[in-house]
């Protein structure tokens, strides 16, 4: 409501008073629990600004095998942005159904696709997921399990992608 203009100024001084007594913290309750707010504040940011998490992307892949006595390899497609953060060496883990139900898990690192194309009937079953997507293959680790799962299998891929800030995470952007 607007002041009148003969209002007195006292009353004006009165009123003016009231609002500052509640803009005013006093109670040394109030004050502990605003310093406790600020403190939370200032600890969340920091953690933001300064954390980091692990990041892990999960993929679906195809299992291939160049020759029949390599152990094989994993094909997977993913979209431009996302190629270009990994890099062969990098760290995986494949898991792949087993005919009897059971889950197969291998440990694998990122290679360089083979020169070779994929035959079209593993091509196939590959995900496209955008325009222009890239091409990552997995090299499977040797051990004598990899060699009982047929070629053309479906997997999941994880890949590590490394520490990231939480601020990066948070703002989704590609690692």
């Known amino acids: ?7 007195s100024a006292a009353v004006r ?6 609002v500052d007594k509640l803009l005013i913290v006093s109670a040394p309750r109030e004050r502990v629990v605003l310093v406790c707010l600020v403190l939370f504040v ?10 980091s998490v692990e990041r892990t992307i999960s993929l679906d892949g195809v299992v291939y095998r160049a020759a029949p006595d390599q152990p094989g390899r994993v ?4 979209a431009p942005t996302l190629g270009q953060s990994i890099r062969p060496g990098i760290a995986a883990t494949i898991e792949v159904a087993a005919p009897a139900g059971a889950t197969l898990q291998f440990e694998g690192k990122t290679a360089a696709p083979m ?19 890239r091409r ?14 047929p070629e053309g299998s479906m997997c999941r891929v994880q890949i590590s992608l490394g520490r990231q800030s939480i601020a990066s995470v ?3 952007t590609p690692p």
């Open 1 to 7: 409501m607007l002041d009148s203009p003969f209002e």
């Open 13 to 18: 001084r009165h009123k003016d008073r009231e």
């Open 42 to 51: 200032l600890a969340v940011a920091a953690l933001v600004a300064v954390g």
């Open 75 to 78: 094909a997977l497609r993913v």
């Open 115 to 133: 020169a070779t194309a994929l035959p079209e009937e593993i091509a196939a079953h590959l995900p496209w997921p955008a325009d222009g997507a």
């Open 136 to 149: 990552i293959d997995v090299a499977i680790a040797d051990t004598g399990d990899v060699l009982a799962i």
């Open 170 to 172: 948070l703002a989704f």
